[in-house]
Nanobody, 124 residues
Framework: QVQLAESGGGLVQAGGSLRLSCSAS????????MGWFRQAPGKEREFVAA????????SYADSVKGRCTISRDNAKNTVYLKMNSLKPEDTAVYYC?????????????????WGQGTQVTVSS
């Protein structure tokens, strides 16, 4: 079992930055592939970024590529999502997820554990 807790969300102006954190406890974090997903009002949840445990390989959605960086600190059992040049369309609840895949998988089905989410609101 893995418990995940996101933090770092908030209200930011367009063009600003935020760093989301996800603290994990339970099963060995260092062997979990971690992902970030988001869900905007009235829309389905979508993939944002992922980082594998095996080689630290990363994957990004086209919509955030070049603006977001996912990283992990296995010593702190924490994964981060640094978001720059934020846009109003980035407004969503951001979820952290953990899974057993060895690659930074984009599909939700690959993730077994989910956090409660943290709200990110970008004002224009």
């Amino acid at each position: 079992q893995v418990q995940l807790a996101e933090s770092g969300g908030g209200l930011v102006q367009a063009g600003g930055s935020l760093r989301l954190s996800c603290s994990a406890s339970g099963r060995t974090f260092s062997r979990s592939t971690m992902g970030w997903f988001r869900q905007a009002p009235g829309k389905e949840r979508e993939f944002v970024a992922a980082i594998s445990w095996l080689r630290g390989t990363t994957s990004y959605a086209d919509s955030v590529k070049g603006r977001c960086t996912i990283s992990r600190d296995n010593a702190k059992n924490t994964v981060y999502l640094k978001m720059n040049s934020l846009k109003p369309e980035d407004t969503a609840v951001y979820y952290c997820a953990a899974g057993y895949a060895t690659t930074p998988t984009i599909g939700e089905a690959a993730y077994n554990y989910w956090g409660q989410g943290t709200q990110v609101t970008v004002s224009s």
